[in-house]
């Protein structure tokens, strides 16, 4: 039974996603994600489409994933296996034809930012809001944030968000080309739908190829980034550090890591 909290639909050429989670601020867990997955899949097989709009209901457009299903396993399936079926599910953005472009209101937290990320175009609402608190729940990020982020805008603010867990504006997201507009809360999924139309609007063989052009320019890079992730996420969450970090948040106590 599909899983309503994730939705599609089709209007002529367009496809919106839409999160639909909007009393847990759009958080996803795993059933959303192989609902998600889904319809990224049924959305590649469908060659009529020409641009996709995935937005969110509510407050948020995601507020990430519940804390309490980090570093556990997935669906009863192990770690690494699913993050191999996160990887795979996500990536299949890259061979959808049609671009994506993200309509980003309130929150956009974690894996869900990194998904985001790995889409075409982002445009925020105003007090949009962007944070990666994974070091702050004892793992890394794992989603192609990182490799997206430093393709974006180098080093320094991937180092920032990741090792201090900032919150970054849209206003700063704008200014390093995180996202590429800013409008009205009230305008954002008129403005989307405005630039998803005039795509369509493209003959969608020109657009399909201007599109890998663009891609090919950082995706070795972006493969090779989410490749370390899934092994080096895999090595913390078997590691002594990530064992005494949850003892210690199950005991209410600081962690005492003994690792130089």
Request: charge should be negative; proline fraction near 3%; include cysteine.
């Amino acid at each position: 039974m599909a899983d309503d909290r994730v939705q599609l639909t089709v209007d002529g050429h367009i496809a919106v996603i839409t999160n639909n989670n909007p009393a847990k601020h759009n958080a996803f867990d795993d059933d959303m994600d192989v609902a998600l997955f889904d319809i990224l899949g049924e959305i590649k097989a469908d060659k009529s489409i020409r641009a996709v709009v995935w937005r969110g209901e509510g407050k948020s457009w995601s507020s990430g994933r519940d804390v309490s299903a980090i570093g556990g396993g997935q669906m009863g399936i192990a770690h690494h296996a699913g993050m191999e079926r996160g990887h795979r599910g996500i990536q299949q953005v890259w061979d959808i034809d049609a671009p994506i472009i993200v309509a980003m209101q309130g929150w956009a937290i974690g894996g869900s930012f990194q998904r985001a990320l790995l889409c075409d175009i982002r445009v925020a609402a105003e007090g949009a809001r962007f944070l990666l608190p994974e070091l702050t729940h004892g793992v890394i990020p794992d989603t192609g944030g990182m490799g997206r982020l430093f393709e974006i805008c180098g080093s320094g603010l991937v180092s920032d968000m990741v090792l201090t867990s900032r919150v970054l504006s849209a206003e700063e997201a704008l200014t390093h080309g995180i996202v590429t507009r800013i409008v009205a809360p009230e305008e954002l999924d008129d403005t989307v739908m405005e630039m998803a139309a005039k795509i369509a609007s493209h003959s969608p063989y020109t657009v399909q190829l201007a599109r890998r052009v663009i891609r090919n320019l950082a995706m070795e890079g972006l493969r090779s980034s989410m490749n370390d992730e899934y092994a080096f996420q895999t090595l913390i969450n078997r590691s002594d550090d990530f064992a005494e970090f949850r003892a210690a948040r199950a005991e209410e106590r600081e962690p005492e890591y003994k690792r130089s």
